[in-house]
């Protein structure tokens, strides 16, 4: 077989080898990483005192009220993602906070990772 030729790079290319597209149909069927993992904060007023990731918000709120947390708000942050997005942003996020406030974590996060 041939490679199949790319439209984009060859606007004279209209249509695709019958293996060509046999191609494209695999790779549309092809399972996406799951999106069940929300990304949070909790607050005490408008500051910032935890920042995590969960796939269950709910669940996850009364377990942080049952620890003794102090906050006001619970926020979702964007959309629910991958595990893998929510864990990396979590880390940047918690970077983001720490150069903001002279090297400080959110007063309830632990590490730099959120693990």
């Not at 790079?9 to 549309?28: T, Y």
């Amino acid at each position: 077989m041939t490679d199949c030729p790319n439209p984009k790079s060859n606007p004279k290319v209209l249509d695709k080898p019958s293996h060509c597209l046999q191609k494209d149909r695999r790779k549309a069927t092809m399972p996406m990483a799951n999106r069940d993992t929300y990304k949070y904060e909790l607050r005490r007023g408008n500051k910032v005192v935890y920042v995590g990731i969960t796939n269950d918000l709910e669940r996850r709120e009364t377990e942080h009220r049952n620890d003794g947390m102090d906050f006001t708000s619970i926020s979702k942050i964007g959309n629910i993602t991958t595990r893998d997005a929510a864990e990396a942003w979590e880390a940047d996020r918690i970077a983001t906070y720490k150069d903001n406030h002279h090297g400080e974590r959110p007063e309830y996060n632990q590490n730099d990772s959120g693990k």
